[in-house]
Structure formats: C-alpha cells, structure tokens
C-alpha cells in the first residue's frame, strides 16, 4: 500500500504565500511522476504542477512564473511553492504521484488540503 499525505494548507491574502508539502510512504520501490492538481467548488480537477523523476516539470499556464514545483527524491516528498497568490487559486489541492511498488504500479492520489485566498 501507499499513502500520500499533504501538509501546509490555510489561508493566505491575496498577493501572500504558501507552502505546500506531499509525502509518499509505504512499500515504495520507485517514484515516476509527482504533481499537484486543484479542484474549486463546481470545477473539474485540474493539473497545477508536475514533476517527473529527473525533475522535468510542467506548469498549467494560470500557475506558470507565480507556483514552483520541486522534489527531494530522497524523502519521497514533493513540494508546492506559491507565490504572489491570487482568489482564483482558491480550492482544494491534491497531491498526485505515479509509484511503482514491489507488486505493481499505480497511480495514486492524496486526500486533498484546502488552499483559500482572500481578496
């Protein structure tokens, strides 16, 4: 089994910063890809960053040159900076990461952390 657990959601005012942080545990053999995707309230998900294992990364092009994608492949972490934030980056962010275990490989998903910003 994997468990992706994110952390460092919260409020932040328009213009501010966050954090946010993903770790994947469990009976990991390798990471692919990692990324971060956001679903607002009556909105499909969408992708907001990813990485892959050699650190290529894309960004949708509302979070280009505001949001950094980056990962430490030695603690299976990724991590979201967000910069110069604005309302619309208002919603639910959900780490996303491509593992590869000893049995099989999957496509895994973790439990969401909201993000709000204020005007």
Known sequence: QVQLVESGG???QAGGSLRLSCVASGSIFSINAMGWYRQAPGKQRELVARIGSAGTTTYADSTEGRFTISRDNTKNTVYLQMD???PEDTAVYYCNAIVE????????????TQVTVSS
């Open 10 to 12: 919260g409020l932040v």
């Open 84 to 86: 110069n934030m604005k």
């Open 101 to 112: 275990t000893y049995s099989r490989k999957g496509n895994y998903w973790g439990q969401g």
